[in-house]
């Protein structure tokens, strides 16, 4: 598994378990990379995964948020 694999599963986790709640904003990427020892780039993909997975949604220049679980893709693990 890829370290934006692991990163992605991770973040999805903390959305699964309601560690992040519909609407909260996911911290930035520099504070997400230096929290994780990881790259912006690899966070920059995960959350780019999270969101194709409806988990997130993304707007620049703006934090992402997680979105409600009606949103997420029937996919996306964790889904109610």
Same mark, same amino acid.
């Given at each position: 598994?890829? #370290?934006?694999e692991?990163?992605t ?7 699964r ?20 020892? #990881?790259?912006?780039?690899? #966070? ?12 997130v ?8 948020r #997680? ?14």
């Amino acid at each position: 598994r890829t #370290v934006r694999e692991q990163i992605t599963d991770r973040l999805a986790g903390m959305i699964r378990g309601r560690l992040l709640r519909p609407g909260d904003a996911l911290p930035g990427e520099r504070e997400l990379a230096a929290q994780l020892a #990881v790259s912006r780039e690899t #966070v920059r993909g995960a959350i780019q995964a999270l969101a194709a997975l409806g988990l997130v949604e993304v707007a620049q220049g703006a934090r992402s948020r #997680v979105n409600p679980a009606a949103r997420w893709a029937p996919t996306a693990p964790g889904k109610p």
